[in-house]
């Protein structure tokens, strides 16, 4: 029998070993209502190793990692990218040090800056007004913040983001390297990149200091596993244990650890042709949706953002700009009558997010569903004045550092009167979770205008205390006047 961790539990759970040991249901499929794998789930017992102290077993599978993604060590997290971020983060600047980060990062890298005191400097990408989309980070842009801000001590971008527009990482890590500091990349939806050349290149190859990867949001992986990759010197190994030990539980599951492990095994016996048969796939349903008039597949070309480097082709985006549509509507009838379940509503799009477990017919349900929304949009259109309205988020002030405001002595008040008050709460819809607006940043009436429209559209703005939205917890005045 081969020696990898799935097979070793799943012979386990077969045996007669009787666990006097957590955890409580003893694995006992008796003991519990619904059909949960029990016999796998057991403790740190005699021959199963320890994810933070890994020797044997769980030591071996996280080598295994590392070779298939071609890189020198990569771990196992099981509190998925989020608690990858945060180790990262933690391991690469100094506490109450300072980062330079992307806008359209997500919500763990701004509660890694809280949790470390660390003081932020933004670099926003480039937006498609239309769509509301996030495009590239520039290097140029990149090394203009870093020459103005020598005391930065790492950079951190997302890419590929989550519409699937992937940085020029190259460039960027060069940059960054000249200024001797490291670059970590948040490639959370391009775990899948390094297994075929029809996705661009992982950010692992091409430079980055520590690259983090969901393993679970585009690999045939459970839910809440993920792997992060340390690819150079620049970023203490001894600290980002460290923070993994802090950032996860003392109990890792290995339901989740035996999950990442079967992962890695079937795309190293199985994966090629996993993944032929999958780019077939999907290149033909891009081929075919690409045809569609009013419901558009939105692709590089048509994309109004700048400099868009490469993108993920796996990120099926669909854009109601050119019909009668909005994306939540669009995401209404996909799921309600042809009982497709898509990855991201937004006002002016849906998001598909295409995967190696995706089947021929999964493909061709969705082509035909599109098809017939395109259809029925063709006969109710007319030539009119496109209504769409822009849904550029714009730049925020930022006024104080996100430790110093959530932190703060603060008071509630209502959306409509707090313009020109710093916020001392987190605004964002969940996906993606890029924050619309961030503690310490002074709320605009750009801000309350989108605000307003979201809520309008029946969009949920999460972060916010108040779950009516209708106020915002801001920084007392007593505070800033100090």
Do not use: W
Not at 13 to 37: A, C, E, I, Q, T
Request: aromatic residues 8%; glycine residues 6%; hydrophobic residues 35%.
């Amino acid at each position: 029998m081969e020696d990898r961790l799935y097979k070793k539990l799943e012979a386990y759970g077969k045996s007669d070993f009787y666990p006097f040991h957590m955890p409580g249901h003893k694995r006992n499929p008796l003991s519990v209502n619904g059909d949960f794998p029990v016999g796998m789930d057991i403790t740190e017992i005699n021959g199963f190793d320890n994810l933070h102290h890994a020797e044997d077993i769980l030591k071996r599978a996280q080598e295994d990692v590392a070779r298939l993604y071609g890189v020198p060590e990569s771990f196992y997290s099981i509190n998925g990218s989020s608690g990858a971020i945060l180790a990262a983060v933690s391991a690469a600047v100094r506490k109450g040090g300072r980062i330079l980060i992307a806008r359209n990062c997500h919500k763990a890298v701004y509660h890694a800056i809280y949790l470390r005191d660390l003081e932020a400097t933004y670099i926003y990408p480039h937006e498609d007004p239309k769509l509301g989309i996030n495009g590239g980070i520039s290097p140029s842009r990149v090394e203009m913040y870093l020459a103005e801000n020598p005391n930065i001590e790492a950079v951190l971008i997302t890419s590929p983001t989550y519409d699937g527009i992937v940085s020029d990482v190259a460039r960027i890590a060069e940059v960054v390297h000249n200024h001797g500091i490291p670059l970590i990349v948040d490639e959370a939806h391009g775990a899948h990149f390094c297994f075929s050349d029809y996705f661009p290149v992982s950010a692992a190859q091409l430079g980055a200091d520590v690259v983090i990867n969901s393993v679970h949001k585009t690999l045939p992986c459970l839910t809440q596993t993920g792997v992060i990759h340390l690819c150079s010197e620049r970023v203490s190994r001894e600290k980002l244990v460290r923070f993994l030990g802090i950032y996860q539980s003392s109990s890792p599951s290995y339901v989740l650890m035996s999950s990442i492990d079967a992962c890695m095994d079937k795309l190293e016996h199985e994966g090629e042709e996993m993944f032929r048969a999958f780019t077939e796939n999907l290149e033909k349903a891009r081929q075919r949706l690409g045809a569609c008039k009013y419901i558009r597949l939105v692709t590089p070309e048509v994309c109004e953002c700048q400099r868009v480097f490469d993108f993920d082709r796996s990120k099926l985006l669909f854009s109601t700009v050119n019909s009668s549509l909005n994306g939540r509507q669009l995401h209404r009838i996909l799921r309600e009558e042809f009982h497709l379940e898509m990855e991201m509503e937004a006002e002016n799009y849906v998001l598909a997010l295409a995967a190696v477990g995706d089947t021929e017919e999964g493909f061709r349900r969705l082509c035909e569903a599109i098809e017939e929304i395109d259809r029925r949009e063709s006969l109710k259109y007319k030539e009119m004045e496109n209504n769409h309205i822009s849904v550029k988020n714009g730049k925020m002030k930022q006024v104080m550092r996100i430790s110093q405001a959530m932190d703060a002595l603060n008071e509630r008040y209502p959306l409509d009167e707090c313009i020109g008050r710093v916020s001392a709460e987190f605004a964002y819809l969940y996906p993606p979770g890029i924050p619309l607006i961030v503690p310490g940043e002074q709320i605009s009436g750009h801000f309350v205008k989108n605000v307003r429209r979201y809520l309008e559209q029946g969009f949920e703005v999460q972060g916010l205390s108040d779950q009516t939205s209708e106020t915002v917890c801001v920084v007392s005045s007593d505070v800033r006047e100090a």
